[in-house]
C-alpha cells in the first residue's frame, strides 16, 4: 500500500476519487493536507499530489521533492505545466482528475517508489548491513577512485558495481563487464584491449577492446582474483599510465576510464600466496565494498522474495503469481542460503515455474529446504542423514556458483564430473 499525499484546497473531494483507487491512506487527522502544519511528518508519504491553484506552491513542490517524487496537477495551463516539470515535478496532470488518470500515474510510479523504499536502485535491503552498503555506493558513485567489491558468490556485486556507475558522473558513458572467470586468459587480452589487423593469425580486422570502447565511463573488472599474474601486470598498467595498446599495434591509446572490480576471494590472502600482485591490489583497493552474505541478514528475504515474485512472475503466461504463503516462507527464513541472493532467486524463479497455485506453496521449494534441520539438532538425529544434507548444500552452492556447468562446479568440489553427477542424482538436487 503506498501512502499519497494530498496538497489541494479541493482536498476533499479528491480524497473521494483517490479512494476510490484504493490506493490512499488518507489520514484523518489532517485535514487541510497543508504543509504549514509543521506536525506533517513528510517521511512516512510515497508520493504526493500537488494542486498548483494552492497558494504557494511552487515553494511547496521545491520542499516536497526532495522527500518523494510530486505529481502536480492545474488546469489546462501550458506554462505552469513547464514550470513545474521545470521545479521537479515528476508528472503533470490536466484537471479534471478521474480514477482512470490516477491509477495510470500510480502505477507508472509504483515500481520506482517501492525499489527506493525497499533498497536502493535495483538492490533490496533494508537490513542495517545493506543500509550501511548503500551509503558506501553514494559515496563512491560521486567519487572517482578504484572500488574493489568483495563478498561471498551470489550477493549482487554485479548490481552495486551498476549503481555505483549509474548514480556517478558517467552515467550516461558506457559501463563495460568483463567477467574474468568467464573467459580464458588468451581472449581476456584481445576482449580488453583489442587487436590490430594481422596481430595474429585470424586477426582479419581491427577491433577495438572493452576499453578503449568504455572510453569516458567505467570498465567491471568481474571476478578480478582469477586472472593471471602476466594479466595482472597488464591491468596495472592501465591504471598506472591511462593508456593501452592493441595487440599487435604500435602507439598507446589514451583511455580516461574508471575501475570497479570484484571478486568472492580474499585477496590479501592471494597477495600472500604471490598469486596476486599486491601492487594492483592496492590499486583497486582504494573504496571497499563488502557485501554481507544473505545469513547475515536474514530480516531482507520476505523483501526480495517479494521482489523475486514481481520480477519473475510475468514468466507464468496462465496464471498470476501473486505471492508466497506463510507455510512456504518459514523455511525460506531458515535457511542458511550458501549460494546466498542468486539462490534464493533461483529457487523462487523455478518455483514460479513449477506452482499450480497463485500463491507459492511449500511443496514447491526444493525438497532439499524442507529437510533442513532446525537449528537445534537433535542428538538421535542419524550421522547418514545429517551427512546428505551437509553435502546437498556444498553441491547446491557449488553448482550456484559454477551456474550450473557440472564439470567446474565438480572441480571445485575436489571431485570427479561423473561422482558429482551421480549424487546430484541420488540426492535429487534440482540443476
Ligand atoms: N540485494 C539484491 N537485491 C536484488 N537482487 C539481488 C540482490 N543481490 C543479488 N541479487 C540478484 O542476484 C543475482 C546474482 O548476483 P551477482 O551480482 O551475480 O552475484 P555475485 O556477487 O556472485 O557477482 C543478481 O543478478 C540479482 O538478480
Ligand atoms: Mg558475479
Keep these: 500500500m503506498l501512502n499519497l499525499l494530498i496538497i489541494s484546497d479541493e482536498a476533499k473531494e479528491l480524497y473521494t476519487l483517490f479512494r476510490s483507487v484504493r490506493f490512499t491512506q488518507h489520514d484523518s487527522k489532517q485535514k487541510d493536507s497543508s504543509l504549514e502544519r509543521k506536525s506533517v511528518n513528510l517521511g512516512k508519504y510515497d508520493l504526493a499530489f500537488l494542486d498548483l491553484d494552492t497558494e504557494n506552491w511552487q515553494q511547496r513542490l521545491l520542499e516536497l521533492r526532495q522527500q518523494m ?48 523504499k525497499y533498497g536502493f536502485d535495483e538492490i533490496i535491503g533494508t537490513s542495517a548491513l545493506m543500509q550501511k552498503v548503500f551509503g558506501l555506493i553514494k559515496k563512491a558513485a560521486v567519487s572517482e577512485s578504484t572500488v574493489l567489491i568483495t563478498g561471498e558468490s551470489g550477493t549482487g556485486k554485479e548490481p552495486v558495481a551498476r549503481a555505483i556507475h549509474k548514480w556517478g558522473p558517467r552515467k550516461d558513458q558506457p559501463f563495460m563487464t568483463i567477467n574474468c572467470s568467464a573467459i580464458p586468459d588468451t581472449l581476456l587480452e584481445s576482449e580488453l584491449f583489442g587487436f590490430e589487423k594481422g596481430a595474429f593469425t585470424g586477426a582479419n580486422y581491427t577491433k577495438k577492446g572493452l576499453l578503449e570502447l568504455a572510453n569516458g565511463g567505467t570498465v567491471f573488472f568481474d571476478e578480478i582474483g582469477d586472472v593471471h599474474p602476466l594479466f595482472q601486470a597488464k591491468v596495472l598498467r592501465v591504471l598506472q599510465e591511462g593508456e593501452i595498446m592493441r595487440i599487435g599495434g ?157 564439470s567446474k562446479a565438480a572441480a571445485s568440489l575436489g571431485i570427479f564430473r561423473q561422482q558429482l553427477q551421480r549424487k546430484i542424482k541420488n540426492l535429487k538436487i534440482a540443476t
Design 250 to 406: 604500435s602507439h598507446q591509446i589514451k583511455v580516461d576510464v574508471r575501475i570497479i572490480s570484484a571478486t568472492n576471494k580474499d585477496l590479501t590472502v592471494a597477495c600472500k600466496k604471490g598469486t596476486f600482485r599486491d601492487d594492483l591490489y592496492y590499486r583497486l583497493n582504494v573504496i571497499n565494498i563488502h557485501l554481507p552474505p544473505l545469513r547475515d541478514r536474514m530480516e531482507d528475504v520476505p523483501l526480495l522474495v517479494d521482489h523475486f515474485i514481481r520480477k519473475h512472475a510475468s514468466k507464468r503466461k496462465d496464471m498470476l503469481i501473486k505471492g508466497i504463503t506463510e507455510d512456504a516462507l518459514n523455511p525460506l527464513m531458515n535457511y542458511s542460503y550458501p549460494g546466498n541472493v542468486r539462490e534464493l532467486e533461483n529457487m523462487i524463479e523455478r518455483a514460479i515455474s513449477f506452482t499450480n497455485s497463485p500463491e507459492i506453496l511449500s511443496s514447491d521449494l526444493p525438497s532439499y529446504l524442507l529437510q533442513s534441520p532446525a537449528p537445534k539438532r537433535s542428538s538421535t538425529t542419524r550421522l547418514k542423514g545429517e551427512l546428505a544434507i551437509i553435502e546437498r548444500e556444498l553441491i547446491w552452492s557449488a553448482l550456484q556458483e559454477s551456474q550450473g556447468n557440472i
Design 69 to 116: 517524487p510530486v505529481i502536480a496537477f492545474s488546469g489546462p495551463d501550458i506554462e505552469m505545466a513547464v514550470e513545474a516539470m521545470k521545479l521537479g515535478a515528476s508528472d503533470f496532470l490536466v484537471k479534471p482528475l478521474t480514477s482512470e488518470i490516477l491509477s495510470d500515474v500510480i502505477d507508472k510510479h509504483k515500481k520506482k517508489i517501492l525499489t527506493h
